[in-house]
């Protein structure tokens, strides 16, 4: 299911299939229960189980334990998760609302799929979006895997015996070992699957606007050598024009579609991911007092600043190729076609002028400058703390 993702060759004569860009989301889907091409009763009460023991019970159990912890320094490493774990199961609800309108994405990116033909087109498809995929998902598989990684080895250096987080149980978890190990075993089992969520909810903007920024460039490559084939008659020049012009049509849809899915599950994320790298910092400079503390908290931040990066990175190339394409509109040879062509081309042109920059709630921008600004933020609010 996954080798059109984590491919490590160029495919070749392989078929162009930016559907398979999405293989691990929806693989991560199915691992939740959802999603999953089966009427069974037991897949429907595992999606009941994981609903309310994971999606629900576990920032409830988290979120009650804040009020419960001692000390401040209790306080803050249990913010960091619960934050964390909050905006995971809001982004989850957000996310499965809206896996209709995803499906009908991918619906229309197997149509542009189909319009890819040249050589060139299919070699670049391979080298800058299939990769580009594979390195977000490279990116954010070992990102987590460290993360929960350094959060096992925390729990295990530890002399005495506590939760991987400071929590709630409706029983003494310090009762006796049994008690103990189950209490522990539902946190590494519980956040294991919320990393599974997570992983679903941050790599589908990144990798929606990877796959759309290609598409863009590859219907700019397209639309620039029409009415350069000899063997071509100019009604022909002007049909393959008319499809560049419903190509970019099936664009615009997809970037409605995919600002509608991310509107607010990036808002969200910006929110929590600003809120995290702030509190992460002040845990890890004023209360952190062992090696392995050092090593997890660190992992964690790095982790909050991985969650934002590429889906910034490929929002602001997303829109740097839609402000490229009247240029390459430009560069077809419109001038010895028909008087419809041209007509074509100039509606088509001012089209293509319109501005597009995917949002996160109509409020921040996904681009490069919202990433340092939200950095910016969690040191404004870092400075702030640090002076009460």
Known sequence: MLKNVFIFKPAGNAAVDSVACFDIFW??????????????????????????????????????????VPTLADVFKNLAINITDVACSTKHYLFRYKLPKIRELQRLLKQLDERVLAPNEREYFDKKIR???????????????????????????????????????????????????????????????????????DTFAPVGLCVISGQVRLLAMRVSKVGYDESKSLAQNEQELNECIEDHKKLLRIFDLMQDVFW???LVQ???????????????LLFVDNLFGYV???????????????????????????????????????????RGFQQNLRIFTELSHKQLTPTAGGIINIHLTSFVATCKMAYSLYTMLMNI
């Open 264 to 266: 607010y599950t990036q």
């Open 296 to 338: 997890y908290y660190t992992v964690y931040f790095i982790s909050m600043a991985i969650e934002l990066l590429p889906a910034c990175y490929y929002g602001s190339n997303m829109q740097e190729e839609f402000q490229n394409l009247p240029y390459a509109i430009f560069k077809c040879n419109w001038i010895p076609q028909r």
């Open 131 to 201: 990769l580009g995929v594979r390195n977000i998902m490279l990116l954010f598989c070992a990102s987590y895997a460290a993360d929960a990684l350094a959060s096992a080895i925390d729990v295990l250096s530890k002399n005495e015996r506590e939760l991987m987080y400071p929590a709630w149980f409706p029983f003494d978890w310090s009762a006796n070992r049994f008690t103990y190990y189950g209490a522990v075993f539902y946190q590494i089992f519980g956040v294991s699957l919320q990393i599974v969520q997570n992983l679903a909810h």
């Open 27 to 68: 693989m991560c889907w199915k691992l939740n229960g959802i999603a999953v091409n089966s009427n069974k009763w037991y897949i429907t009460l595992y999606d009941i189980a994981v609903n309310i023991f994971i999606t629900i019970f576990y920032p409830i159990h988290l979120t009650v334990g804040l009020f419960m």
């Open 270 to 284: 910006f929110s929590s991911v600003g809120l995290n790298i702030c509190l992460t910092v002040v845990f890890l």
